[in-house]
Each structure stands twice: as C-alpha cells, then as structure tokens.
C-alpha cells in the first residue's frame, strides 16, 4: 500500500458514525451484549446460487429514459440491480473503432467502477476492454457510452467472442479508494446478439452523454460498506476493518465476516472457496431512514471495528488468495447447510482486493 493511501488510513470515519460498536479480538464481546455464538462451519460466501431478481425499475412509474428492465439477473450478482445493453453496432471488423452504450441501476446509490470487455468464448482471452469509473459521485443509476477499437482475432476462421459489460464496488473515499475486481460485480450485462464479424462497421452507435440519477428510497435499502480502507494484511498480524453497516428492513441483525481463501477459474468466489475464520457482530440496531439520499441521517451508518486476531491471521498462509465476505442476518442465525445458500442473507459484500504486506 503506497505512503499516501497509509496516511489516508490514519483518517477516523466522519461523525455519523454515532453508533460505533467495539469488537474485542476473536469476535467477543462484554457479558453487557449479546451472548456470542461458537463459529459455524464453513460458510463459504459463493454467490453463484443467487436467484434471479426482478429489475428495480420495471414499474412504468419510471420515464422510458429512466428505465431499465433485465427480466434474470445474472448467477452472482446483487439482488436488486439491473443492467441492460442498450446500443451494439450490427456489424463491425477488426481494426473498427466503434460505441457502445449500457445503462444500468443498483440497489442503492453508491461508489462504482463500470468495465466494458471483449473475451474469447472458448479459451477466455482477455482481447481488450475500457473502464469508467465515478470518483467524487454516490449513484444509483448511470448510462454510458464506450469507445473502443475491436481487436478479436477468429479461431480456425470463426469469431467466437463474449461482451461483457460490469460495474464493481469501489471502496474508500474520494481521496482514497481502490477498484474491487472481477467476479465482484454488482451488476452485469451481456449483448443479446452478436454483430456481424464479416462486414465493415455498421450501425455505430452514437455518443451519448453520460448521466447519471437515483430512484426514490424505499425503506428497504440495506448496506455494508468500507470507508477506511485498512492496512494491508500480514499473516500472524492483527489486522482491524472498520466496516459501516445500514439497516432499515429489520429492527436488529448480527455482522458475521469471514476472512476466506478463493478458489475457481475466477481466483476468488468459486464453488470451493475456503472459510478460514471469523469475526462477528451481534445485535446490530436499525439505522434511520432516509427521504433523499442528498442529505443521510446523521447515524444513518454504524461503524463496526472488526479485528482479526494474529492467531487468526496466522491461519492464512502468506501469499493465499484470501478476501474478506461479510454479511448480516437475522439475529442469532447460524449457518444452515439446508438453506441453497447456507444463511437467510438481509445483505452481503466482499473485499477482494485486499492487499499482503
């Protein structure tokens, strides 16, 4: 982690984090708080079963510009978030510099980073992509365009090629924050026809500006975030993340958050991810709710310390893959391998680009 993001990290979370609770190492806590709960067994945090959700804008409430309308989200994405291709050129060869155009809304506003990728189906090459992120901006909402030139190559005279169209978390502050990465998507999209690799560019789509708008709160907008972006991780270290969290759907819930060893072609939330250990937080009150989303409650975010001991760290071995899953849950929920993904989930996140010492 370079000097400035460490001096950064120095910086506490601002003053509407009111209801800041202390972990103690390991996950306890005083006999003043919820009884704790012996660790449950391997929880692993795979997102691959999530079920298909209903975009949040398909009501006709919303102007067309406004909409946008993806009948099954794609495995693994966050539920509540839409995104749809709206422009792809019909035809297009290599060497054409060409436009596309995706909208897309999330479940909530907040920080995000959007890539545009062109991958062989078969074999995974990585051929090329853009990216655009919003670095002073929350948003829910946004619509952009791509420029890009088209460099696939054909096997054995066939293009057989996937467009993929992402937004991932972006965690930190303005000044301080990094892009997670791939398979952390929190909305994703493909095209539903491919363009003719035949014929010269046709079609381009045109330039549109980018923009970006919110939908009204709802009073079910749960959340968990990273501001303070942590020191980098060592094994046999502590290694302390402050994690807000936002509850509005229930009165209480318990924080539980696993450090995990990734698995999988994709490097992190595969079938066969690792659990390692935990720490957790229980008893999590509710959050005020917002009317606008310009101006937050002041509590409208609790600030949780989650420290993971050095005898828990010690448990990864330096150089793993291993990420953070934190999740919250009813209270007093345990891990029910009879459930398709081992918890009742209020909402879930994860921090994969943490960084070895």
């Not at 293009?159 to 965690?171: G, I, L």
């Not at 990465?181 to 026809?193: K, L, S, V």
């Amino acid at each position: 982690m370079n000097k400035l993001m460490s001096i950064a990290l120095l910086a506490t979370m601002a003053s509407s984090f009111d209801n800041a609770v202390r972990i103690l190492p390991g996950g306890s806590m005083d006999s003043s708080m919820a009884p704790t709960m012996a660790p449950t067994m391997a929880p692993t945090m795979s997102p691959s079963m999530m079920m298909p959700t209903a975009s949040p804008t398909m009501s006709l409430l919303f102007p067309e510009d406004e909409r946008c309308v993806q009948t099954v989200i794609p495995p693994g994405v966050k539920p509540g978030s839409c995104m749809v291709t709206m422009c792809v050129p019909t035809s297009l060869q290599e060497g054409d510099t060409f436009h596309a155009t995706v909208r897309f809304c999330l479940q909530r506003p907040r920080k995000f980073h959007l890539v545009f990728a062109i991958l062989d189906e078969r074999t995974k090459e990585y051929y090329g992509g853009a990216g655009f992120g919003i670095y002073e901006t929350r948003s829910q909402c946004a619509e952009h365009t791509f420029e890009y030139t088209f460099n696939a190559k054909p096997i054995d005279g066939v293009y057989d090629v996937m467009w993929k169209f992402y937004a991932t978390v972006k965690h930190g502050t303005d000044e301080i924050f990094v892009n997670d990465m791939f398979p952390n998507m929190i909305a994703e999209a493909g095209i539903a026809a491919q363009p003719d690799y035949t014929q010269p560019l046709t079609d381009d789509c045109p330039v549109l500006e980018t923009r970006f708008w919110d939908l009204p709160p709802t009073g079910k907008q749960d959340g968990i975030e990273w501001f303070d972006l942590p020191e980098c991780f060592q094994s046999g270290i502590e290694w302390v993340i402050n994690t807000a969290t936002h509850l509005e759907s229930q009165d209480f819930a318990d924080l539980h958050c696993n450090l995990q060893i990734g698995t999988g072609g994709d490097k992190f939330l595969g079938p066969e991810d690792v659990y390692v250990t935990e720490t957790n937080v229980y008893n999590i009150a509710a959050n005020p709710v917002t009317k606008d989303w310009d101006n937050l409650p002041v509590d409208y975010w609790t600030n949780n310390e989650i420290v993971f001991t050095a005898e828990q760290t010690a448990l990864v071995e330096t150089g793993a893959r291993v990420y953070l899953a934190c999740f919250m849950v009813p209270p007093m929920s345990q891990y029910d391998p009879t459930l398709p993904l081992g918890w009742d989930f209020i909402d879930r996140e994860f921090f994969l680009v943490m960084e070895h010492c």
